[in-house]
T-cell receptor, first 112, second 113 residues
Framework: DSGVTQTPKHLITATGQRVTLRCSPR?????VYWYQQSLDQGLQFLIQYYNGEERAKGNILERFSAQQFPDLHSELNLSSLELGDSALYFC???????????FGSGTQLSVL | DQQVKQNSPSLSVQEGRISILNCDYTNSMFDYFLWYKKYPAEGPTFLIS?????DKNEDGRFTVFLNKSAKHLSLHIVPSQPGDSAVYFCAAHLGHTGNQFYFGTGTSLTVIP
């Protein structure tokens, strides 16, 4: 158990809909990262937060947004969903911005 | 632009033999490298790392080698065990433009008993 909690584990929705993925980092970790893993793809970096502030942005679509709250949990919002958004979404946390990542078990999103 | 590449999608090795997983990268500014292991239905877990100023790091059965001139790193597992069967991701850290970790596409290792 990495200590990073992601909910829900599975999500099935329809095209055009909006979903929210939630992540609770390990106790004491200030940095949260979001990654997307599509079929046969590596982990694509989406966005990073550190202590509530956005620190780095990767290939995140404009339809996607995220935030980190004062209690350090983070949410990833995906809107106007398309079939191609179906993927495994991972959250990871680290104690500092340049320390190794601890991953949650992911949220499997299926867009039908 | 895939800055970290794992060109072998899969690898099969006999139990007790050596497993060698390879990774290539393009950005010379990466300051350290990591290997993660992933079992089905679980998130990746950290295995071993190496700083860009070193060429070898060892932890038990796992050794990571870094060849900076070739922009290549490898993970050696000796001896391989059936429980090592998993997907292995290579990752590289870039600090100077904001902390980002770049991951390869993974190599699925199967250790045959």
């Amino acid at each position: 158990d990495s200590g990073v909690t992601q909910t829900p584990k599975h999500l099935i929705t329809a095209t055009g809909q909006r979903v929210t993925l939630r992540c609770s980092p390990r106790s004491g970790d200030l940095s949260v990262y979001w990654y997307q893993q599509s079929l046969d793809q590596g982990l694509q970096f989406l966005i990073q937060y550190y202590n509530g502030e956005e620190r780095a942005k990767g290939n995140i679509l404009e339809r996607f947004s995220a935030q980190q709250f004062p209690d350090l949990h983070s949410e990833l919002n995906l809107s106007s969903l398309e079939l191609g958004d179906s993927a495994l979404y991972f959250c990871a946390s680290s104690v500092a911005a340049n320390e190794k990542l601890f991953f949650g078990s992911g949220t499997q999103l299926s867009v039908l | 632009d895939q800055q970290v590449k794992q060109n072998s999608p899969s690898l099969s090795v006999q139990e007790g033999r050596i497993s060698i997983l390879n990774c290539d990268y393009t950005n010379s500014m990466f300051d350290y490298f990591l290997w993660y292991k992933k079992y089905p239905a679980e998130g990746p877990t950290f295995l071993i790392s190496i700083s860009s100023i070193k060429d070898k790091n060892e932890d038990g059965r796992f050794t990571v080698f870094l060849n900076k001139s070739a922009k290549h790193l490898s993970l050696h597992i000796v001896p391989s065990q059936p429980g090592d069967s998993a997907v292995y991701f290579c990752a590289a850290h870039l600090g100077h433009t904001g902390n980002q970790f770049y991951f390869g596409t993974g190599t699925s290792l199967t250790v045959i008993p």
